[in-house]
């Protein structure tokens, strides 16, 4: 796979997209919302003062740039794969020499760019409306920039492993409802990790959905020790590690399963 | 060496049998499954530039056999090579020399013009742009769609998506050809213009072209040599003329008669057979070998106005094969 056909796929997926802007827009919408709520939660229970050391504008910034996170490693695509499995459409890509992964990593980045051409807008409205309380240093967004790749990575790979399972199951959607209501619940969404109650904090810091997610936003706001970010990148690493291994022994067996059932 | 080598190909399936209603509750405890099998023994070679016909009635095995040849299927057993490669491998040089056209399954994108998946599929495949620019060119211009490529997919006919699906297909210059149904619901004008183009493509650059199609009209114009199979099984491969020999060895003969003697009494040679008399119009059947004798002597004996002489319509013989098994 070269890098111009790479940035061909990503132009073209992108510019068909563009044409049904207005639904992926409408789609980052319902995807905000759920944070939003929970933004007005806590920003209400911190009221003036604060909640286990977390102010009012405080969880305002967390929630804002969760909301861009959550955006950014949000991998629409697997769902999309499954679909194209069960379809046999996927025969399609299977006939040209490049690897199929490169489609839907081509049509992850061009979902980006449409997406965040809406979310970004929306959240700087509302940093306008709400004044967040974020302070950060270089290295801080330094280490969040690398984090938030990662996640990215983690989130898409673990995603798309569950999608190829489409080569044997005939729903494997299922699945992947669960993991985000594990995100949900686990990643920093409903609350940050440090404030879940025991023992769903420890779960979270051992479990993949806090690097997926929370992590990053974390790191952006400096409310992590020097351990804790060589633990939190340590284990982002090693989740990172076996979602790519999950991605390739699926994909290996997958496809070999898939030429001999047919598609 | 040839093109395309199968050998004893042998394909089955495990499927599994579900039960109607209550028993359908046996199968989540216990899965049954029945093996089909979908190709039995088949073994063929094509050689580099031919154009083969692959034909057979619905679910004969024709796609699965493409699907094989074009690497999208492993075989259960038997030996393939197309163009000096293991097919199911799917290696980057084996898929550089293939390309398979599904009449049902589009690579040009719905809601952007082709060009722009022309120019994803020129970086897919390494095309220098000028050379692509080239190429999308010659082909746009065989096919008549030079106006076409640059509006989004979804404008156009089924017809005109069809034929920009045939360039996206063809421009990486592949030497071996896969065309399944390719021109499956389009209009006869439509229909002959790509046999014209496909006809055209494989004079011009010696691709192999194997095709497969439920019109027998694009069989006939572009197939030399047709393989016919049925429930798995080859039962033919040779010469369209050669099939219809050897399943209808005999000729129809049409012939008008001067208005006076149209309802007249008939003195027929007795190689002939009556099969149909209507409007005046009276349709014989004689065996091939008869049927010049036949032809001289109703020319002597009646008022004849009009004669032709037809093979009978390839349909019929290819209806005879699908229900009967056999050739």
């Given at each position: 796979m070269n890098v111009r056909a790479g940035w061909m796929l990503v132009r073209r997926t992108w510019s068909s997209w563009m044409q049904s802007r207005s639904f992926f827009f409408l789609l980052a919408f319902g995807w905000l919302i759920g944070p939003l709520i929970y933004l007005f939660v806590w920003a209400t229970a911190a009221g003036q003062g604060a909640v286990d050391g977390w102010t009012r504008g405080e969880f305002v910034a967390y929630y804002l740039v969760l909301i861009n996170v959550n955006q950014i490693t949000y991998s629409q695509t697997y769902w999309t794969v499954g679909m194209m499995i069960q379809m046999g459409s996927f025969s399609r890509l299977l006939l040209y020499p490049m690897a199929p992964v490169f489609d839907a990593i081509a049509s992850e980045i061009a979902g980006k760019v449409v997406y965040m051409t809406f979310v970004i807008p929306v959240t700087a409205v509302l940093a306008l409306i709400l004044r967040p309380t974020l302070?950060?240093?270089?290295?801080?967004?330094?280490?969040?920039?690398?984090?938030?790749?990662?996640?990215?990575?983690?989130?898409?790979?673990?995603?798309?492993?569950?999608?190829?399972?489409?080569?044997?199951?005939?729903?494997?959607?299922?699945?992947?409802?669960?993991?985000?209501?594990?995100?949900?619940?686990?990643?920093?969404?409903?609350?940050?990790?440090?404030?879940?109650?025991?023992?769903?904090?420890?779960?979270?810091?051992?479990?993949?959905?806090?690097?997926?997610?929370?992590?990053?936003?974390?790191l952006l706001m400096g409310r992590l020790s020097g351990a804790e970010i060589l633990t939190g990148f340590a284990l982002q690493g090693g989740w990172l590690l076996v979602a790519l291994s999950l991605y390739r022994l699926t994909w290996r067996r997958g496809v070999r399963h898939y030429t001999a059932v047919g598609g | 060496m040839s093109q395309v080598h199968v050998r004893n190909l042998q394909k089955s399936y495990q499927v599994p049998v579900r039960e109607t209603g209550l028993k359908a509750l046996r199968g989540v405890i216990r899965r049954q499954h029945s093996t089909v099998e979908a190709?039995?023994?088949?073994?063929?070679?094509?050689?580099?530039?031919?154009?083969?016909?692959?034909?057979?009635?619905?679910?004969?095995?024709?796609?699965?056999?493409?699907?094989?040849?074009?690497?999208?299927?492993?075989?259960?057993?038997?030996?393939?090579?197309?163009?000096?490669?293991?097919?199911?491998?799917r290696r980057g040089d084996y898929l550089r020399q293939i390309s398979m056209v599904m009449g049902n399954k589009s690579q040009v994108m719905w809601d952007i013009p082709s060009l722009d998946s022309y120019a994803v599929l020129g970086e897919i495949y390494r095309i220098p742009s000028s050379e692509l620019q080239r190429r999308i060119d010659e082909l746009a211009a065989m096919l008549g769609v030079t106006d076409l490529i640059a509006k989004p997919v979804r404008m156009l006919s089924l017809g005109e998506r069809m034929k920009c699906e045939l360039v996206a297909s063809l421009l990486h210059q592949p030497a071996v050809l896969f065309l399944d149904e390719p021109t499956l619901g389009l209009d006869v004008s439509v229909q002959r213009r790509l046999r014209e183009f496909i006809r055209e493509y494989n004079r011009r650059t010696g691709a192999t072209i194997i095709l497969t199609s439920h019109y027998m009209a694009d069989v006939e114009a572009l197939c030399s040599r047709l393989i016919v199979i049925h429930e798995g099984k080859l039962i033919y491969d040779g010469a369209l003329a050669g099939l219809l020999e050897k399943l209808a060895p005999f000729k129809l003969i049409r012939l008008t008669l001067d208005g006076d003697h149209a309802d007249g009494a008939l003195d027929l040679p007795p190689q002939a057979e009556l099969i149909e008399r209507e409007n005046g119009t009276i349709t014989l059947r004689a065996s091939r070998a008869d049927t010049s004798a036949v032809t001289a002597r109703l020319l002597g004996a009646l008022?004849?106005?009009?004669?032709?002489?037809?093979?009978?319509?390839?349909?019929a013989v290819i209806d005879q094969i699908y229900t009967g098994g056999t050739v």
């Open positions: 302070s950060t240093t270089v290295g801080n967004v330094a280490l969040f920039v690398i984090a938030l790749g990662m996640a990215w990575a983690l989130r898409f790979f673990l995603g798309y492993a569950q999608a190829l399972l489409s080569f044997w199951f005939t729903r494997t959607d299922a699945l992947l409802a669960a993991q985000e209501a594990l995100v949900f619940v686990l990643a920093g969404q409903i609350a940050p990790t440090a404030l879940l109650p025991a023992p769903l904090d420890r779960l979270a810091l051992l479990l993949p959905f806090r690097y997926m997610l929370g992590f990053p936003v974390e | 190709i039995r023994d088949i073994s063929f070679d094509i050689e580099p530039g031919e154009v083969v016909g692959f034909i057979g009635p619905n679910g004969a095995g024709k796609t699965t056999t493409l699907k094989i040849l074009s690497g999208l299927l492993h075989p259960t057993a038997g030996e393939v090579r197309v163009a000096g490669e293991i097919p199911w491998e008022p004849v106005v009009d004669l032709a002489v037809e093979n009978p319509p390839i349909e």
